[in-house]
């Protein structure tokens, strides 16, 4: 995540090493990044855990009633749309 940054991108999964190239990456911006670490599961501390895959699940895929996969990947599909529609209008008021 950069730092001071207040839009933070974690990295969840991964694994950083000493001598991994992603460690040398992040050394070359001399403290501008900083790496936060998540426990493997932490939907607490996850933001997109918390609020879009709980949200998704919570609103299309727990007891849909699609027919097959394709119309469930569809519905999934439309409400992400519908979501990323949401999100950049009030990032709009947000900068008016």
């Known amino acids: 995540m950069l730092a001071n940054s207040e839009n933070p991108c ?3 999964g991964y694994i ?7 460690t040398s990456a992040v ?10 670490f998540l426990p493997p599961y932490c939907p ?8 879009v895959w709980r949200e998704l699940h919570a609103n299309v895929t727990r007891n849909h ?8 990947i569809h519905e999934v599909r439309r409400y ?7 999100v950049a209008a009030k990032r709009r008021l947000k900068a008016a």
């Open 27 to 36: 050394e070359k911006f001399n403290g501008r990044i900083v790496l936060h």
């Open 10 to 12: 974690l990295a969840e």
């Open 65 to 72: 009633k699609c027919q097959d996969m394709d119309e469930l």
């Open 80 to 86: 992400l749309a519908r979501l990323n529609r949401s």
């Open 44 to 51: 607490d501390d996850n933001k997109i855990e918390r609020c």
């Open 16 to 22: 950083f090493s000493d001598a991994s190239p992603n």
